[in-house]
């Protein structure tokens, strides 16, 4: 992105009413409408009637059609195989694809974390055992590892029983949380190399601190920025792999994410553009306002882009 | 030297680690003698066709054994028969690599191809309304995950404007180029834009970067012509960030090629890899994922190497990381 914080005499008129940018306004607007929209949905129907529910068919003069309406006022955003509502659809797939996108986030930041922070502190052999198996971790395509390991996921579960918790979206959150450790990992990495040699960092280690009082209160208080901002980075990552699983048959049979709602409708394309082109396009504005909302917090942070 | 003995340690110990780690993977929970045999040959099988096959491909030895089998079998192209087809993996996979490798190959050249004039515009002509409006296009387009852009791709080129088919039929470039490239046209694209967008992002921040250099100063005081410098001095020096994502890239090509495939209907990896994993064919499933993390491998080494080509510096430095 240009910078356009210029310092000089010049101010536009947003910098001047200390207005955000359009790109924040408009993530912060997309990701937070989206998320009251589909939690009231699911949990709320009647504060929200203009969303059917979801198994709901619109019927054309009375009868199940397929494809019935295209994009107008009787369904927003047309109708799909079986006559569902695609808009409603698209609302209710919002809940799982972001818990998914969360979830992920969350595991692949914890582990990547405690990678980052214990080989950039100690470096030597802990940084040398670390950047393999980071690398490793780097060489196999974030997809294909998905693919396999979802299909693993699912045999071992149907043979060890003490395994039994791990429904679909919990196999979605562990594998591409799995996936996202060793981008995190190398992040985190590099700032905490940076940070050990700064001044404060000294002056604790020579008034005695121990080690895990410099790792957990100089460290990590330092660190979280970094880890925020790519967080929002990794989360449009996430949820645009999660698409691409579904799209390949590999996500939740109920309720259907995007991803799903793309794979079941792309035969039909031609003939019915709108049951593939909205969820794409929920798809594309999500993940656009996470990496809008990512890039302003580098900004503010000062973080070099941090390619994930 | 040191440098290029390190990084081709670093390559095998890599390349050791990921494909015994996704043959652990693929075999956890098999537990009685002879159950990768049943997967293998699928279905009902007799315990004498289990033993012909535990012969074969050594799948009683310990592990590690049964790795340096398999990786002998993968050198000499014996890869173990399909459960599906019950034919050898080898002739089943042999004729997909090509496509996928085309697609991956066109996307990565011509995100560079594409990525290189822009950037080099827009540092040039940095913060002006034009910069600024391909920085904002190619910021979107870093947003668009690979299913949407096929879906745009399809959408507007096959529904609307009909100028391209949406089929995969292969075609090789000697047999009819005109088809060869009107039938990949379209995949390409849509794993090329932005993959050229990251590309341009990067290489855009690095020369504006180098530009601000002093030698970049005292070459124009010499008067060396702006396109010497734009094109000889600041590029090359700023191609360090471009060169380390491409290895990075090519992970997520290889992932967008599956997604591709799947929607342009194409014969080739990823296609089959899907198929594969759905039927629960996991030998197969090891082989394709075997050939692919070899190339990414192997693409991550070149670029290591690269950079010693293009940097005299690192040739020089005893380590690095």
Redesign the interface.
């Known amino acids: 992105m240009s910078d356009t914080t210029s310092t000089g005499p010049r101010r536009t008129l947003r910098q001047r009413l200390h207005l955000p940018r359009l790109g924040v306004l408009f993530g912060t607007v997309w990701l937070g409408g989206l998320t009251i929209l589909t939690l009231l949905a699911n949990h709320v129907p009647a504060a929200v009637p203009f969303i059917r529910y979801y198994d709901t068919k619109v019927k054309v003069n009375g009868k199940v059609k397929k494809y019935g309406f295209g994009p107008g006022l009787d369904a927003w955003f047309g109708t799909g195989k079986s006559a569902e509502d695609i808009f409603a659809r698209c609302i209710y797939g919002a809940k799982l694809t972001l818990l998914i996108g969360i979830g992920a986030t969350i595991i692949g930041l914890v582990v990547g974390a405690v990678i980052g922070v214990l080989s950039g502190y100690f470096r030597g052999w802990t940084d040398r055992i670390a950047g393999i198996t980071t690398d490793s971790l780097m060489s196999i395509p974030p997809l294909l590892l998905s693919l396999v390991l979802v299909l693993r996921l699912d045999d071992l579960k149907e043979q060890y029983s003490w395994m039994g918790w791990i429904s679909r979206p919990w196999q979605l959150s562990l594998t591409l949380g799995l996936v996202s450790v060793a981008p995190f990992a190398r992040i985190v990495r590099a700032q905490t190399m940076v940070l050990r040699e700064r001044e404060f960092v000294t002056a604790a280690r020579s008034l005695g601190a121990s080690r895990s009082r410099i790792i957990m209160r100089e460290l990590m208080p330092n660190l979280v920025p970094a880890m925020v901002t790519v967080a929002f980075t990794g989360l449009g990552i996430l949820i645009a792999a999660e698409a691409g699983l579904a799209f390949l048959g590999m996500g939740v049979e109920q309720p259907h994410t995007w991803g799903k709602m793309i794979d079941i409708a792309r035969d039909d394309i031609e003939k019915a553009w709108w049951a593939t082109a909205f969820p794409c396009l929920m798809l594309f504005l999500t993940v656009l306002s996470f990496n809008l909302l990512g890039d302003e917090l580098a900004r503010r942070f000062d973080i070099r882009e941090a390619a994930v | 030297m040191r440098y290029f003995a390190q990084r081709l340690a670093?390559f095998f110990?890599?390349?050791f680690?990921?494909t015994f780690?996704?043959m652990i993977?693929?075999r956890?929970?098999m537990n009685a003698p002879g159950d990768p045999a049943r997967t293998m040959l699928g279905g009902t099988v007799t315990d004498e066709q289990i033993a012909t096959a535990n012969a074969r491909y050594h799948l009683d030895d310990p592990l590690i054994m049964q790795y340096f089998w398999w990786l002998k079998g993968m050198v000499t192209l014996d890869m173990g028969t399909s459960v599906q087809q019950n034919i050898a993996v080898s002739s089943y996979i042999g004729s997909r690599v090509l496509v996928t490798l085309f697609l991956g190959l066109y996307s990565l050249a011509l995100a560079i191809i594409i990525a290189i004039p822009v950037a080099v515009f827009q540092a040039y002509r940095?913060?002006t309304r034009r910069?600024?409006a391909i920085?904002i296009v190619s910021?979107?387009l870093?947003?668009?995950?690979?299913?949407?852009m096929a879906?745009?791709m399809?959408?507007v080129f096959?529904?609307t404007l009909g100028w391209f088919p949406r089929t995969g039929e292969k075609i090789y470039p000697w047999d009819d180029p005109v088809e060869h490239f009107r039938n990949f046209a379209l995949p390409v694209f849509a794993l090329t834009l932005p993959v050229a967008a990251?590309f341009t992002?990067?290489l855009r921040?690095d020369m504006i970067r180098t530009l601000q250099a002093d030698f970049i100063t005292l070459a124009s005081a010499k008067g060396v012509s702006v396109r010497r410098i734009l094109w000889r001095h600041a590029l090359r020096n700023s191609l360090f960030s471009v060169l380390t994502?491409i290895g990075?890239q090519?992970?997520?090509v290889?992932?967008?090629a599956?997604?591709v495939e799947?929607?342009f209907n194409m014969k080739g990896m990823g296609t089959l890899?899907?198929i594969t994993?759905?039927s629960?064919d996991l030998f197969v499933?090891q082989a394709l994922?075997a050939i692919?993390?070899f190339v990414?491998?192997v693409v991550?080494l070149l670029v290591d190497l690269s950079y010693a080509a293009v940097d005299p510096r690192i040739r020089q430095m005893r380590s690095l990381?």
């Open positions: 670093r110990v890599v390349f680690i990921v780690g996704l993977l693929l956890l929970g940095r913060d910069d600024k920085s910021f979107g870093v947003s668009v995950p690979n299913v949407v879906v745009l399809v959408l096959v529904r990251v992002r990067l921040g994502s990075l090519l992970s997520g290889v992932g967008g599956i997604v799947q929607l890899l899907v994993i759905l629960k499933v994922a692919i993390v990414v491998v991550n990381g």
